[in-house]
């Protein structure tokens, strides 16, 4: 019996150098006051390619065949960081589409072409306001359908609208988001009421948010996610409370023992001791890239999260 991983890993930021004038990236250029440099990017690079090299290794021996990734700015740096030192020799593909968010921040899709085929792929607008009537141009969602080790599955990598304004002053924007995630999922149970879908992503809501427990679960899914959420135990961390926004979401159907195809076993969160804080105020928090100005070097602000799932041949 053969197993993957499917993950899930919000970059912080991966920006390239240049200033795009369409986009409010200003923040990443060698000028400016966070003076992101070629030696910082390429630093940054190597860091993640050796994080997302080391997912669930300790249990299946090799890097998860499937990574949503968020945060990433363009086709660029994510060509850079699968040719970068610790993935290039997995031969990671990707699907990526430009996003109309203001920043310029996509989601994006890798695979291990060796393992998964990509059959169709698209973006999903979200379309909300913001509580002034003007429309919030937030991420679109990433539908990829393709065969994993020759089993059927969908795969939808989401990043939310955030919680920046405050979470209850927000939430109707992750329920719209939501509620789009549904459409999609409605439109390919129409064609296959048995398919096997895996929504993932960072949702800036937690497992237990309205967004999650009475939109998505509901609609047949389940979330392994929510016995991972404690106190002492989450994916980010904020003002010292842990929050578990990056989750991966299962259609229940990946649950069902007497089935052939995709089955659901597992799902963590990857949060070894090196990608953490490892002294000062900050100790045990994911060890970020950037505090505010200040250039720390570390990996990203968020832990990957990550499932496994076993392939049971036709």
């Not at 090799?62 to 850079?80: C, L, M, S, W, Y």
């Not at 393709?146 to 109707?172: D, F, K, Q």
Request: net charge neutral.
């Amino acid at each position: 019996m053969k197993q993957q991983n499917i993950a899930f890993y919000n970059l912080e930021n991966l920006f390239d150098l240049h200033d795009d004038p369409y986009t409010l990236d200003d923040d990443f250029t060698p000028k400016s006051e966070r003076r992101w440099n070629r030696k910082r990017y390429e630093k940054k690079l190597k860091k993640l390619g050796s994080v997302i090299a080391k997912i669930g290794v300790d249990e299946l021996g090799e890097p998860p065949a499937i990574v949503g990734i968020a945060e990433v700015e363009n086709k660029t740096v994510i060509r850079d960081l699968v040719g970068s030192k610790h993935l290039r020799k997995y031969g990671y593909r990707y699907v990526h589409f430009d996003a109309p968010d203001e920043r310029g921040i996509d989601t994006a899709l890798l695979y291990r072409d060796s393992h998964f085929e990509v059959l169709d792929s698209k973006t999903v607008a979200v379309y909300v306001n913001n509580l002034d009537g003007a429309r919030d141009y937030t991420r679109d969602i990433l539908y990829v359908k393709g065969l994993l080790e020759g089993a059927p599955v969908h795969l939808m990598v989401n990043h939310w609208p955030s919680r920046r304004e405050g979470a209850e002053l927000t939430e109707y924007k992750r329920v719209k988001a939501a509620q789009t995630c549904l459409e999609v999922v409605e439109s390919v149970r129409a064609e296959d009421q048995e398919a096997d879908i895996v929504i993932m992503g960072d949702f800036n809501d937690n497992p237990d948010s309205a967004s999650i427990k009475e939109n998505l679960v509901p609609a047949a899914f389940y979330n392994p996610m929510e016995r991972l959420h404690t106190r002492k135990r989450g994916s980010s961390k904020y003002r010292d409370s842990w929050y578990l926004f990056d989750q991966i979401l299962v259609s229940e159907t990946l649950r069902t023992k007497d089935k052939f195809g995709l089955r659901f076993e597992s799902a963590d969160i990857f949060d070894p001791i090196y990608l953490r804080e490892y002294s000062g105020r900050f100790k045990g928090n994911p060890f970020r890239t950037y505090v505010g100005k200040k250039h720390l070097g570390g990996f990203s602000d968020h832990f990957p999260v990550y499932a496994s799932f076993s392939i049971h041949k036709f």
